[in-house]
DNA sequence: GACTATTGAATTGTTGAACAATCCGTCAAT
DNA sequence: ATTGACGGATTGTTCAACAATTCAATAGTC
């Protein structure tokens, strides 16, 4: 009885769901959404002392989460100094868009193996964004944007590439909070995003590919540029 | 004095070369080793307790080298059981060979912009295993076929695309430890390698990732194939 | 015999304390 | 202003303890 049940593999999908999680992930977990929200400003040293205290758990179980977002470069380790937020310097975030650039020029490339469901993500994010803008709400822009390209490099119907991209868009978050106006960077493209979802529902893949290839020359020297005067 | 020194910024370029590491670090260091060269038999268990005397760290220690390594995927962590080293799926297998050929091909795209010592890095890792399949070498040919693959990512000139193909290439090789004759899957792309290499340096990018992305094709498949029979 | 419940040993999860190693600011000396 | 020494504070690492959980073996039930 316990052979092939076409309901068991349903329910084998859902495993991953009930993964328990450890004291440490939920702690790294914590510590990350503060991180993306620009809580901690670039540079600003986390005590293990202070901030066990202030999250109740030990200075072990707080190194293990400091060590998985060093990994995921959201901080800095350094030897018997402690872990600092990091940094980006110019170089970086010219690193982070030539990565996106290859991802999302690729993904899209190989968008017509993907599924309507995954190019209807695309468009909800444009919609998103564009009733945020009505509303002249700034901040949902920019969160808008970011589901935006997320859903681009999800056409690539890769969990790696979901990963590295969700990765990637967190550390840009970190340069885009030292920036004094961080709208410039999202708002302007809200018309690219409409045209390259438009292109890719109607199939138009080499068109919607060379859009976002333009999109990232100017996109990205714009927020080099900016972030060249400190 | 201690104003913009010529030499100072040479020495501080050479900043990262004395980067102490931490006892975790090297520990994490000798599992990967291990794990990549293929010691550990994928879905074995590392107790605390017998690697922590093995290597003589204490617990907390060795489980921040876990965290590491499962960060990285070579290792697994289920919740109260332990870590394994992991066993990949046909899907795995699949997701690591769509991410090669999207970093790959774009770093072929890319390679316009790379400096002659990237690409003669190319080259000599294909000289590497042309020379090791005349000395009927299989276990270089295969490493050295790994070392053109970095080499081709490495035309994107970016840290972090270096990054993720050493993480990919250390994932893939627990797949071809799992495998019966490994050599099957380095050797007979040798002739592809040497025609992509030669393309490169004439400075035909366009057709070098037209090759690349047929060898995809073929090696894709043919590995995915070979895997599915556990 | 097949299935379920219970028990207990072994392992992991987490904490707290301890000590060594190192960094950093301060102050004195030159 | 530079150098050197001192001392407090922080991190690096280990160890021991206990709670939580798994796993295998046992016994019990139909």
């Not at 503060?34 to 202070?50: F, M, W």
């Not at 293990?64 to 060093?70: D, G």
């Not at 004094?180 to 080499?206: C, K, M, W």
Request: glycine letters at 4%; hydrophobic letters at 40%; a negative charge.
């Amino acid at each position: 009885m316990t052979t092939t049940d076409p309901w068991m593999e349903a329910l084998a999908a859902d495993r991953e769901l009930l993964e328990r999680t450890g004291t440490a992930e939920r702690v790294a977990d914590v510590l990350r959404r503060h991180l993306i929200e620009g809580r901690l400003l670039p540079g600003t040293r986390l005590s293990e002392e202070s901030v066990g205290r202030a999250l109740a758990v030990s200075r072990n179980t707080l190194r293990e989460a400091f060590r998985l977002l060093v990994h995921e470069r959201l901080l800095v380790h350094e030897f018997h100094r402690g872990v600092f937020v990091r940094t980006l310097t110019v170089d970086d975030v010219a690193d982070l868009y030539r990565l996106r650039r290859m991802l999302e020029t690729s993904a899209v490339r190989h968008a017509r193996t993907a599924d309507s469901e995954t190019i209807a993500t695309v468009v909800r994010a444009v919609e998103e964004g564009e009733q945020a803008s009505l509303r002249q709400d700034w901040q949902e822009v920019g969160t808008a944007n970011m589901r935006f390209h997320q859903a681009i490099a999800a056409l690539a119907c890769s969990r790696r590439v979901d990963e590295i991209m969700r990765q990637l868009l967190a550390e840009l978050r970190l340069a885009f909070h030292a920036m004094s106006r961080p709208q410039d960077f999202h708002g302007p493209y809200l018309g690219v995003n409409r045209v390259i979802a438009d292109l890719l529902t109607a199939g138009e893949y080499d068109q919607a590919e060379r859009r976002l290839d333009e999109y990232f020359d100017t996109a990205s020297t714009q927020l080099v540029r900016a972030y060249e005067q400190l």
